[in-house]
């Protein structure tokens, strides 16, 4: 059962474009929705996070949007870079932090120069 | 500050062997947690821990044990290892209830 479904699996943008990835949920107990970047051969690091009580949060060219009664939230990517290239996860829990996320299962963005 | 490191980068088992993972951080983080990741089916809690003595297991246990003697240290155990367990695992801690978790660079595992 996958609590968190992401889309797309793979996203090819051209420099100066948008990404946008979206997520969908069920469990409405979430109530930390984070999105990490992971290079190659890379750990995963947090990009941006958002918490229910607001729609949306933007940080510099990344901005998450979130729709609480239709139970999603996407990433937007504004003015893409070939050095956003990566793979992107959304997460989600109910613990309030980090704790015992769950992830969804990746976007491979290639940002084409 | 080394942030959270994991020991060995590469490993290569046979089916049956044992092995443990190492990781650590010194960041003084309640919460660490080990993920495993394969292609396509991002990143899957195996365990975790909110503290010195205390473990929980998450949604891909089997075949895994951990404990945690001390804050700073968080290995996880293979028993009997197995080629289903061929995989790139990530170490992560935070801080109870607060947002950012943070992840080593991983140690990637194959199981012949």
């Known amino acids: 059962q996958q609590q968190v479904k992401q889309s797309p699996q793979s996203l090819i943008v051209q420099k100066g474009g948008i990404s946008i990835i979206n997520c969908a949920y069920e469990?409405?107990?979430?109530?930390?929705f984070p999105w990490y970047q992971q290079f190659p051969g890379k750990g995963p690091a947090l990009l941006i996070a958002?918490?229910?009580?607001?729609s949306e949060k933007k940080e510099g060219r990344f901005t998450i949007s979130f729709n609480k009664s239709a139970k999603q939230f996407s990433l937007h990517i504004m003015d893409s870079q070939p050095g956003d290239s990566a793979t992107y996860f959304c997460?989600?829990?109910?613990?309030?932090?980090?704790?015992?996320?769950?992830f969804g299962k990746g976007t491979k963005l290639t940002v084409n120069p | 500050n080394a942030g959270v490191t994991q020991t060995p980068k590469f490993q290569v088992l046979k089916t049956g062997q044992s092995m443990t993972l190492q990781c650590a951080q010194d960041?003084?983080?309640?919460?660490m947690s080990w993920y495993r990741q394969d292609p396509g089916m991002g990143l899957r809690l195996i365990h975790y821990?909110?503290?010195?003595?205390?473990?929980d297991q998450g949604e891909v246990p089997n075949g895994y044990n951990v404990s945690r003697s001390t804050t700073e240290d968080f290995p996880l155990r293979l028993l009997s290892a197995a080629p289903s367990q061929t995989s790139v695992y990530f170490c992560?801690?935070?801080?109870?209830?607060?947002?950012?978790?943070?992840f080593g660079p991983g140690t990637r595992l194959t199981v012949l």
């Open positions: 992560a801690s935070s801080y109870l209830g607060l947002g950012t978790q943070y």
């Open positions: 821990s909110v503290g010195a003595g205390i473990t």
């Open positions: 960041m003084n983080h309640e919460y």
């Open positions: 469990n409405t107990a979430f109530d930390y």
């Open positions: 997460a989600a829990t109910t613990q309030g932090g980090s704790e015992k996320l769950v």
């Open positions: 958002i918490r229910p009580d607001v």
